[in-house]
């Protein structure tokens, strides 16, 4: 694990960043955005998972610049506080540090806030190659998306059991669901008999069969888009 600060025209400066593996060795790699809690330890886990499962470098970016919640009321006013604008900026900067390092192909994966994020940065920005969000959508990001923009592969994840509604409910994914299928989108989609956080194991919502199979899905996902030629 290595420490980097990547350029970013977000207005705070320069986005800081941990990585997992080469990136100048590397043919593709994956951004892995946080929960509303922030860089923590978990989120830290779960990129150095993916990178020695996928075989594949993997990059946190830390988008709210070093803080961390320890309880919901402060990972609460973090998210709220967030420039989604200036975090996409960073995502996409990181996104061309990878690329301009030796990276070929870009995915990305977010749980919750960070999957809201990935589907943010998807529709703002052709330099992803292949995104699978988990249990998020940017529905209250303020931000003016269209997903008609979303030129890569998506593959979602939600639970049935979610009730966080305006991020990640039955209704919200199914109206995502139902947009992506009459824009003609190129995405698979997956629900699990779980609740909200159903892949995070230090949160109570943890499902491990719900977070094993969507895990493999994700890892023939991210083969198929960012391995193939």
């Known amino acids: 694990m290595s420490r980097v600060e990547v350029p970013s025209e977000n207005k705070l400066g320069a986005c800081p960043a941990m990585v997992f593996g080469d990136v ?15 860089m923590n330890g978990h989120i830290l886990d779960t990129a150095k998972q993916i990178s020695e499962r996928s075989g594949l470098v993997t990059l946190v970016p830390d988008i709210y610049r070093g803080k961390v919640a320890q309880d919901r009321e402060t990972a609460g006013h973090y998210s709220a506080d967030l420039d989604w604008k200036g975090a996409v900026a960073d995502v996409v900067a990181c996104a061309k540090f990878l690329k301009e390092g030796g990276c070929r192909k870009v995915g990305i994966t977010g749980f919750c806030q960070g999957g809201a994020m990935t589907l943010a940065v998807i ?23 269209d997903y008609n923009n979303i030129k890569c592969p998506l593959q979602c994840h939600f639970g049935e059991e979610d009730e966080v509604v305006g991020l990640s409910s039955p209704a919200d994914y199914t109206a995502l669901q ?9 995405f698979e989609f997956y629900t699990y008999k779980a609740g909200h956080g ?9 499902n491990k069969d719900a977070a094993e199979l969507s895990f493999s ?5 991210f083969e198929k888009h960012l391995k193939s030629s």
């Open 24 to 38: 100048s060795k590397a043919a593709a790699a994956i951004i892995v955005m946080q929960e509303w809690w922030g």
């Open 123 to 145: 529709a703002s920005s052709e330099i992803l190659d292949a995104g699978a969000p988990f249990y998020g959508i940017p529905n209250k990001s303020g931000l003016q998306l």
């Open 178 to 186: 139902a947009k992506l299928t009459k824009l003609n989108k190129e």
């Open 198 to 206: 159903f892949a995070n194991p230090t949160r109570p919502n943890f």
């Open 217 to 221: 899905r994700m890892y023939s996902f």
